[in-house]
């Protein structure tokens, strides 16, 4: 068996992290025979206690993986992570995998992360506070070429800019859990998400053909192929 460590805490109005009430939701993604019995996918939950929770997972061979359903306000509703042979680990070092394919779900580097935080607050600063009035520090080109400092400031024509300095903007107008999509790239992309005109983190798998997003929730958006 292998232990698993679950830790989940949350803000605190003091600017010190407390620990989320709730628990972990665990069960198999399907039945598997085991010591000539079978294994059902009946789910168990692991009550958080000061933000912790510990439990003893046996290992998934290729083609199983266990279900995770954070139960508490704002969790997640479903996610599916592979468990090694042995060890002690922290769930966040587990790797994630589609439920379909049993394929492992690429996570954003974490350089791509740190980017897309900052373009986040350089958005929200300036839907927040407009456009800075003086000129730029440096020289503006490509799609922002000529539009900064730019009285004539809004919401979308910042997002269409950030978006046409891109690549292909695939649309998914009904909501759907995992999004599906086929492209012509050649190549493996990058992508990059967008729900409500905001950029969101969540994982994805690429092929040269086609990438796969994966939501909590369904989800309707814009995914960006670079």
């Avoid at 997972?57 to 997640?76: I, N, Y």
């Avoid at 997002?159 to 903007?169: D, F, Q, Y």
């Amino acid at each position: 068996m292998t232990l698993v460590r679950f830790g989940r805490f949350q803000p605190g109005p003091s600017g010190v992290d407390v620990p989320v009430e709730g628990g972990i939701g665990l069960r198999l993604v399907r039945r598997e025979v085991a010591s000539g019995a079978v294994r059902v996918v009946s789910a168990f939950t692991v009550p958080l206690v000061g933000g912790w929770a510990e439990v003893e997972l046996s290992p998934t061979a290729v083609d199983q993986a266990w279900l995770v359903q954070e139960k508490f306000w704002g969790g997640r509703t479903e996610y599916a992570v592979r468990v090694p042979a042995s060890g002690v680990w922290a769930d966040v070092d587990l790797t994630e995998v589609d439920v379909e394919s049993f394929d492992a779900i690429a996570k954003p580097p974490a350089a791509i992360v740190a980017e897309l935080n900052d373009l986040r607050a350089l958005v929200e600063d300036i839907l927040e506070n407009g456009a800075p009035a003086g000129p730029p520090t440096g020289g503006a080109g490509g799609a922002l070429a000529g539009t900064y400092p730019n009285p004539g400031f809004n919401e979308n024509a910042l997002r269409s800019a950030v978006r046409s300095m891109s690549g292909l903007e695939v649309p998914i107008l009904t909501p759907q859990g995992t999004w599906v999509i086929e492209h012509a790239l050649g190549r493996r992309p990058n992508v990059a998400v967008f729900v409500n005109g905001e950029i969101v983190l969540v994982p994805y798998t690429a092929t040269d053909t086609t990438v796969s997003v994966q939501h909590p929730t369904p989800t309707a958006g814009v995914a960006v192929l670079t």
